[in-house]
């Protein structure tokens, strides 16, 4: 089966450092791999998506995520922190069991940002 | 336009009462998905539906967990007998067809007391 793996259940940056929020994945096949925001009391929302295509990958809100076949990697990155970043922060792993795409998701990562 | 929507957005049950959860996908969307999401845990698959077929139930925790979305639109997750343990956010995903991106919903707290 599937996993992902998040490193760090708390990071801490400061308003315009970077963020660099850790996800490794397993996998047997090629996988899709996702990262979502979450805000508090609100559905996931999704950031961005590799699905076999260009390994670096741009998102909304000025996040990118690199995939690292060799390291089973899909960090995602975004060079300056505002404020409204502060969230939850979900990788995920697609199975494409049954034809469908069922979502893996790690244990999230909260992202804090201080002035 | 209109999202995802999910009632109630709060539920707190006694152990032992039986609750409906109920998800409005957005018009049209194809598939549907139900996620539990405990406390500080990322959310895990419980099941999903290609229109009114529900296609795999295999994240259901017991046979206490029932859903159903008869007319291919709206979908209800039933719980029997509530137990403490499933305390959590209750999310619904849909998706316009089976392999594009899911669309979550606010979700639902149940509390069991």
């Known amino acids: 089966a599937q996993s992902v793996t998040q490193l760090g259940s708390h990071v801490s940056v400061s308003e315009g450092a970077l963020v660099l929020l850790r996800c490794n994945y397993s996998?047997?096949?090629?996988?899709?791999l996702f990262w979502y925001v979450q805000y508090p009391n609100q559905g996931l929302q999704l950031l961005l998506k590799?699905?076999?295509?260009?390994?670096l990958v741009k998102g909304i809100n000025g996040f990118e995520a690199e995939f690292k076949k060799s390291e089973t990697s899909f960090h995602l990155t975004k060079p300056s922190a505002h404020m409204s970043d502060a969230a939850e922060y979900f990788c995920?792993?697609?199975?494409?069991?049954?034809?469908?795409?069922?979502?893996?998701f790690g244990t999230g990562t909260r992202l804090l940002v201080s002035p | 336009g209109a999202g995802v929507s999910q009632s109630p957005r709060y539920k707190v049950a006694k152990r032992g009462q039986d609750v409906a959860l109920r998800c409005d996908p957005i018009?049209?969307?194809?598939?549907l998905f139900w996620y539990q999401q405990a406390l500080g845990q990322g959310p895990e698959f419980l099941t999903y539906?290609?229109?009114?077929?529900?296609?795999?139930k295999s994240g259901l925790p017991s046979d206490r967990f029932f859903a159903e979305r008869p007319e291919g639109s709206v979908s209800t997750l039933k719980i029997q007998r509530t137990q403490q343990e499933d305390s959590a956010v209750y999310l619904c995903?849909?998706?316009?067809?089976?392999?594009?991106?899911?669309?979550f919903g606010p979700g639902t707290r149940l509390t069991v007391t």
């Open positions: 995920a792993v697609s199975e494409m069991n049954t034809g469908f795409q069922k979502l893996v």
């Open positions: 539906f290609q229109n009114e077929a529900q296609l795999d």
């Open positions: 996998s047997s096949v090629p996988p899709y």
């Open positions: 590799y699905t076999s295509a260009a390994t």
């Open positions: 018009s049209g969307h194809v598939s």
């Open positions: 995903a849909s998706s316009a067809q089976v392999l594009s991106e899911q669309y």
